[in-house]
């Protein structure tokens, strides 16, 4: 498949679409569809996918029954929790503590703009009340619809709502596949009467709580297909146009497929890793804020540090964080997690406008800075203690007016020939990551890519 980064990336970005238009107009068209190649007509809903490029960062929630045994969620079936005992933990579940506006508060605070939730993950329990089966939030002591109240929460608060999907479901005697110990009987199995199944259910979420984005997951076994992912991809789009489908819906790997195929989904799905550069192809980094998806008791949760300059490194990646939270069994999620997003939020409150509404780059991702750019400005997001003479390739197609603090306060610079020199001040603000603004005259986004 013809590499368009490499266009776009050599060419710089005007250059570079004439030609690939000129060239190899369907692989433009396929390249940027969100029907992938058996839907050719099908493109992303390009104005959602800009509101929620703009957005940047999210929670992510996995909570379930297992938050009783805090053992991982899906996996732990059939490994460290017996199949028996984990498919009877429904009968327990009672999160009497759940408070769907408190969460969504708390993801307000960190500053998170979006909240995507856990609905069936591979142990096909389903945390909203289902017309299709009784192993569902319906079926436990709690009995509240919890997928509804986070849902209208997240309404209220004006924060973008979706919802995760699990195709694969180890439960369900339907699914030819299993995970663990006794392996599945699949005498019942009949994946036709499965994806039937998956159907309504999808339908279900869709027609009773609008989420903007439906965020796929478990696509990766034999028994799911290329095909069918495509086919997914057109039902969901042709129920509700303004929606979000992640690229797990068929069978591309997660960030970038090589080969011949065109994939279905929106946005590319890094996990657990920062995603690469990419201006042209939307993507998620989707990373848990401890180790576990699922609550653990005492879990290491990650420091103030580690998750803002993952949060730098991708947005100057062009990227969004979806950051993951463990409910713990009452429904609360626990302090330590709650500390670790105001922190993040404290930060956020200061140097948001680094973040939100920006493109990657032009000076590419490093150990050492990431950057931003929206309007006049770019952003250098500093990722570790830096002071003294910070020297960088000089922006061309823009003139530089004044470089300060994300406060305003002016910072001494120079242009030498094609360098800039920025004279950092002995000591900077922030513990972990800092930000000065270039505040430049001409249009950013014509700023080729460029090596610090
Ligand atoms: O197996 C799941 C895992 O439990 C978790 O849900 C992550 C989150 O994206 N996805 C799968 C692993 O790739």
Redesign the pocket.
């Known amino acids: 498949m013809i590499d368009l980064q490499f266009f776009f990336r050599h060419f710089g970005q005007r250059m570079a679409m004439a030609v690939v238009v000129f060239l190899f107009p369907w692989l433009l068209f396929a390249q940027l569809s969100g029907g992938g190649e058996f839907n050719p007509d099908l493109h992303t809903n390009e104005q959602l996918l800009k509101r929620w490029q703009s957005l940047r960062f999210g929670m992510?929630v996995?909570w379930g029954p297992v938050s009783l045994r805090g053992t991982?969620?899906?996996?732990s079936r059939g490994t460290q929790v017996p199949v028996t005992d984990y498919d009877s933990l429904y009968k327990e579940f009672n999160p009497v503590l759940f408070d769907a506006e408190a969460w969504v508060d708390l993801a307000k605070e960190a500053g998170m703009k979006y909240l995507v939730f856990?609905t069936k993950?591979?142990d096909g329990f389903c945390m909203w009340p289902s017309a299709y089966t009784d192993y569902d939030i319906g079926s436990t002591p709690f009995r509240r619809d919890i997928t509804g109240e986070l849902a209208q929460a997240c309404r209220d608060a004006g924060i973008m709502f979706g919802t995760?999907y699990?195709i694969l479901d180890w439960w369900n005697p339907l699914y030819p596949g299993g995970h663990g110990n006794p392996p599945k009987d699949t005498s019942r199995a009949d994946m036709k009467k499965y994806i039937t199944y998956m159907y309504h259910q999808l339908d279900e979420l869709l027609d009773r709580y609008q989420p903007e984005v439906i965020w796929f997951?478990?696509q990766w076994e034999r028994y799911w297909t290329h095909e069918e992912g495509g086919k997914l991809y057109a039902h969901l789009r042709k129920k509700k146009d303004d929606l979000l489908i992640n690229n797990r819906v068929d069978k591309g790997n997660v960030q970038g497929e090589k080969g011949t195929k065109i994939y279905a989904g929106d946005f590319l799905?890094p996990?657990q890793r920062i995603g690469a550069y990419d201006l042209q192809n939307p993507w998620e980094s989707?990373i848990t804020i401890a180790r576990q998806?699922a609550w653990k008791p005492n879990d290491k949760v990650k420091s103030r540090g580690e998750i803002l300059r993952t949060l730098a490194l991708a947005a100057g990646g062009n990227g969004n964080l979806l950051l993951?939270v463990s409910p713990m069994l009452d429904g609360r999620i626990e302090r330590r997690q709650q500390q670790r997003l105001r922190e993040v939020g404290a930060w956020l409150k200061h140097y948001g406008d680094a973040i939100y509404g920006t493109t990657g780059g032009p000076y590419l991702p490093d150990s050492v800075m990431a950057s931003t750019r929206k309007e006049n400005k770019i952003y250098l997001l500093l990722l570790q203690e830096q002071k003294g003479d910070l020297a960088l390739a000089a922006p061309p197609k823009v003139k530089i007016e004044e470089v300060t603090l994300m406060d305003g306060k002016a910072i001494p610079w120079e242009k030498k020939k094609d360098e800039l020199h920025i004279a950092l001040p002995a000591s900077l603000p922030d513990p972990d990551v800092n930000v000065i603004v270039i505040q430049v005259k001409g249009d950013v986004s014509e700023i080729p890519d460029l090596r610090r």
């Open positions: 992510f996995h991982e969620i899906g996996w856990v993950h591979h995760y699990s997951d478990g799905t996990e989707c998806w993951n």
